[in-house]
């Protein structure tokens, strides 16, 4: 039985906190609760849930309130292995997956699984980002697509007719795939052409349609920013360099080794701090000469990446990508702060712009 202050307590596990019990049925079972679990179902409003209305329309589910959706996010938050790990015991992660579920009428259970935790962000597949675009665009049944040319210079070509009854077709043409960098996402080499369309349908679609999937970002996406998803696994310490030389050194060294030289240990690791104590010391002028890009030469100091930049911040490096190319600039010619961490779609706005101007140029010719 459940209601208001009772505990939502799953098949043999006693309702409240016990931790010494749940640490037990844990072991014994992995479908067992979690002390952080247990808290959020004494939460749960029973009378709220039960109100909630199974709906055969789109998601399944048909919400009334923003409370109802409250609630429904604190049962997706103890469903266990029905969600994945990244939204356990995390109810507002889970409300703001619900949410986006109703925008897109689709079901809550599906886009959570769909869903990944990347860099302290939610991510989504590109299948359901492709889904979403099929569902929402404007437009008279599916895009349309071609390949162009073959091998690193073959292109993707994606259309489609808008449903307003215009006749317009909306398109869009992507780069070489040769050219399309960088390319993190395992995909490109296990399903190249695959990737390749969802490369593009997303570049489409925010060309054409931006409102459509507006704040979403895709796993590749963030893989091929360099982002790596987070599966709850530490990664593992990274050696100590100074100390990794020292040994490489040792192990290079001529000649008989004499066991259990205390002088010699010493020796080395003596000069390993001192390989550390120069590094961290010579950092900040390394980092002064990274060059007009301003990329750091340490991995750690990078900026946090900026994935929501403005209409205005977009549109301004299209218009620069358009005026690079009218001046004679090469297309590699990118400007140095669309090169640092997080402005890629900054970055991608200005090649799309260069392109632009290239095809109207040819048009014109």
Same mark, same amino acid.
């Given at each position: 039985?459940?209601?208001?202050?009772?505990?939502?307590?799953?098949?043999?596990?006693?309702?409240?906190?016990?931790?010494?019990?749940?640490?037990?049925? #844990?072991?014994?079972?992995?479908?067992?609760?979690?002390?952080?679990?247990?808290?959020?179902?004494?939460?749960?409003?029973?009378?709220?849930?039960?109100?909630?209305?199974?709906?055969?329309?789109?998601?399944?589910?048909?919400?009334?309130? #923003?409370? &109802?959706?409250?609630? +429904?996010?604190?049962? #997706?938050?103890?469903?266990?292995?029905?969600?994945?790990?990244?939204? %356990?015991?995390?109810?507002?992660?889970?409300?703001?997956?619900?949410? &986006?579920?109703?925008?897109?009428? #689709?079901?809550?259970?599906?886009?959570?699984?769909?869903?990944?935790?990347?860099?302290? &962000?939610?991510?989504?597949?590109?299948?359901?980002?492709?889904?979403?675009?099929?569902?929402?665009?404007?437009?008279?049944?599916?895009?349309?697509?071609?390949?162009?040319?073959?091998?690193?210079?073959?292109?993707?070509?994606?259309?489609?007719?808008?449903?307003?009854?215009?006749?317009?077709?909306?398109?869009?043409?992507?780069?070489?795939?040769?050219?399309?960098?960088?390319?993190?996402?395992?995909?490109?080499?296990?399903?190249?052409?695959?990737?390749?369309?969802?490369?593009?349908?997303?570049?489409?679609?925010?060309?054409?349609?931006?409102?459509?999937?507006?704040?979403?970002?895709?796993?590749?996406?963030?893989?091929?920013?360099?982002?790596?998803?987070?599966?709850?696994?530490?990664?593992?310490?990274?050696?100590?360099?100074?100390?990794?030389?020292?040994?490489?050194?040792?192990?290079?060294?001529?000649?008989?080794?004499?066991?259990?030289?205390?002088?010699?240990?010493?020796? +080395?690791?003596?000069?390993?701090? +001192?390989?550390?104590?120069?590094?961290?010391?010579?950092?900040?002028?390394?980092?002064?000469?990274?060059?007009?890009?301003?990329?750091?030469?340490?991995?750690?100091?990078?900026?946090?990446?900026?994935? +929501?930049?403005?209409?205005?911040?977009?549109?301004?490096? %299209?218009?620069?990508?358009?005026?690079?190319?009218?001046?004679?600039?090469?297309?590699?010619?990118?400007?140095?702060?669309?090169?640092?961490?997080?402005?890629?779609?900054?970055?991608?706005?200005?090649?799309?712009?260069?392109?632009?101007?290239?095809?109207?140029?040819?048009?014109?010719?």
């Amino acid at each position: 039985m459940t209601g208001p202050g009772v505990p939502f307590a799953s098949p043999g596990v006693t309702p409240g906190p016990n931790p010494d019990f749940q640490e037990k049925k #844990m072991a014994e079972n992995p479908l067992v609760t979690t002390e952080t679990e247990h808290r959020i179902a004494s939460r749960i409003d029973g009378q709220t849930s039960r109100e909630l209305a199974i709906s055969d329309g789109a998601g399944g589910i048909a919400f009334a309130s #923003m409370a &109802q959706v409250m609630e +429904f996010g604190k049962l #997706m938050a103890v469903s266990q292995i029905g969600v994945r790990k990244h939204l %356990r015991g995390n109810p507002g992660a889970c409300v703001a997956v619900t949410i &986006q579920a109703i925008e897109w009428r #689709m079901s809550p259970y599906a886009v959570a699984n769909k869903s990944y935790l990347v860099n302290d &962000q939610i991510a989504y597949e590109a299948q359901l980002i492709h889904a979403v675009i099929l569902r929402r665009a404007p437009i008279k049944g599916r895009p349309k697509m071609e390949f162009i040319g073959d091998g690193g210079k073959r292109k993707l070509r994606v259309w489609a007719e808008l449903s307003d009854g215009s006749g317009e077709i909306v398109e869009y043409t992507s780069p070489e795939f040769d050219k399309i960098q960088p390319k993190n996402s395992p995909l490109w080499k296990n399903d190249p052409d695959q990737q390749h369309w969802y490369y593009s349908i997303r570049a489409w679609c925010r060309r054409h349609f931006p409102d459509v999937i507006l704040g979403v970002y895709a796993v590749d996406e963030l893989q091929d920013a360099g982002y790596q998803i987070d599966d709850g696994r530490a990664a593992p310490p990274a050696p100590r360099p100074g100390l990794k030389r020292a040994l490489d050194s040792l192990a290079e060294k001529r000649g008989p080794v004499i066991e259990g030289s205390a002088a010699e240990a010493e020796q +080395f690791s003596e000069q390993a701090s +001192f390989d550390e104590e120069t590094q961290e010391t010579s950092a900040p002028a390394a980092d002064q000469g990274a060059g007009a890009e301003g990329v750091s030469s340490k991995p750690g100091d990078a900026p946090a990446p900026d994935l +929501f930049p403005t209409r205005e911040a977009l549109a301004a490096a %299209r218009d620069r990508g358009r005026e690079a190319k009218r001046d004679g600039m090469n297309r590699r010619a990118l400007p140095g702060e669309y090169r640092q961490p997080g402005r890629e779609a900054e970055a991608d706005e200005w090649r799309a712009g260069y392109d632009e101007e290239t095809a109207q140029e040819g048009g014109a010719s």
